[in-house]
């Protein structure tokens, strides 16, 4: 082989792949001053995830994740339905922190149990499996100057690590190629003085006052007397009004006659939810640095969740090293677009809920999708609506006016800037 980069083999059904390099290009890369296989830069979720499942597979192969923060995967709670993720994802079982058997929905009109089971990795607890199985190949405290397709410079002293590929996982960035809404919340872990008789989630409590865009109430369980609440709406803008949001927790407890004994975690996020957007343009072909998670713009189109993105990534990264960088850019970048063009219908049904309809009359969008079969909802959180489902979601008439709604839909216009 010539050129010094992976040979090429193929997978059963032709899925080009890269095998190990030949004892040549071993050379040549300790000859060059590289030192690692692989570097994730960022310690959130999908380069966690992507490292722990490499590692799994390729326990010899030399990793690093590098992380600006104290520690990795930052005050999250990251959630997901049960179908989200394939049966064949088992490795992620040690990471869930919580499961239920169903959910429940609630709105002004109209309440629903849905028998689909409900799952939740925290962060501590990720921190705890990570940390056992990567040990000091995740390093914290790491401010870097640079990412570049085989190597990274760090912020202390210029120091350059050099890789056979460097994956960006650094989060999103904002790009004029994407049309954007975002989901909002902050979130607050209640400790009662009583237990509350809360079995399962209540995902969605839209029984509240509809302020600025669709709001809701999430609420997941932990114990008897033990819940995390979140104040979360749909909005234009990124701007988060912690202090109200807090009142409005506390306020919620009252009401459904909880006695809040104290506060033990509070956590915030502003999601992007996206409208419409030009892939080439967020993603540029000639960009051949392996991009995971936000910063690939995986993550769902309507709720703004990263986890089953993060999952399906991970399980990618890991079958296609070893692998040079420009290589495993083109691998994630091709699993990215195809993402981005089955997430079309639902861009459009986002554009419906954030254009069509008045503030205050959004839920009607969401109490009429809950109405739906159980197995419709379970597809349209895993992305993988049938046409026939894409019939029903549009059939009947619609819960916001007409004619905003066709205006709506057809408009995927974007910002004419090129992305930074």
Request: proline fraction near 7%; include cysteine; charged fraction near 20%.
């Amino acid at each position: 082989m010539e050129g010094g980069s992976p040979q090429a083999s193929r997978r059963p059904g032709g899925t080009p792949r890269c095998t190990l390099p030949s004892w040549r290009d071993r050379r040549a890369r300790r000859n060059s001053g590289v030192s690692l296989d692989l570097i994730f830069v960022g310690g959130g979720l999908a380069s966690c995830l992507a490292a722990y499942r490499t590692a799994e597979r390729h326990p010899g192969l030399r990793l690093q994740v590098l992380e600006q923060a104290a520690q990795p995967g930052g005050n999250h709670t990251w959630s997901f339905h049960e179908a989200d993720v394939p049966a064949a994802s088992s490795w992620l079982d040690p990471l869930i922190t919580w499961r239920w058997p169903r959910y429940e929905v609630r709105f002004p009109g109209y309440r629903r149990v849905v028998e689909s089971g409900y799952r939740s990795i925290e962060s501590g607890h990720l921190r705890t499996v990570i940390g056992a199985a990567l040990g000091d190949r995740v390093r914290t405290g790491v401010g870097i100057t640079k990412i570049g397709q085989d190597h990274v410079v760090l912020a202390d002293g210029g120091q350059r690590l050099s890789a056979t590929a460097v994956v960006d996982a650094t989060g999103y960035r904002p790009s004029p190629a994407l049309r954007l809404g975002y989901q909002k919340f902050l979130g607050q872990v209640l400790e009662f003085d009583r237990p509350i008789g809360l079995t399962h989630p209540i995902l969605m409590d839209a029984s509240v006052a509809q302020e600025e865009g669709f709001r809701f109430v999430y609420v997941l369980p932990f114990s008897e007397t033990s819940a995390l609440v979140e104040d979360t709406y749909y909005s234009d803008t990124t701007g988060l009004p912690t202090d109200v949001l807090r009142a409005r927790i506390q306020a919620y407890a009252r009401a459904m006659g909880w006695q809040v004994r104290g506060v033990t975690r509070e956590e915030t996020g502003v999601l992007p939810i996206t409208l419409a957007g030009d892939f080439t343009r967020f993603w540029p072909r000639d960009d051949r640095t392996p991009r995971l998670g936000l910063r690939a713009g995986l993550f769902n189109p309507t709720t703004g969740y990263s986890l089953p993105d993060a999952v399906a990534a991970a399980d990618l990264v890991a079958g296609s090293l070893p692998c040079d960088g420009a290589r495993l850019a083109s691998v994630l970048r091709t699993h990215a677009e195809s993402r981005w063009n089955r997430g079309r219908f639902f861009r459009g049904l986002n554009r419906m809920l954030f254009l069509a309809g008045r503030p205050a009359e959004r839920f009607r969008v969401l109490e009429r999708f809950y109405r739906l079969p159980a197995g419709l909802i379970e597809r349209f959180y895993a992305g993988r609506l049938t046409l026939a489902d894409q019939v029903r979601l549009l059939a009947g008439k619609p819960p916001v006016p007409v004619l905003p709604a066709l205006a709506a839909w057809i408009d995927t216009s974007v910002g004419t800037e090129t992305p930074a």
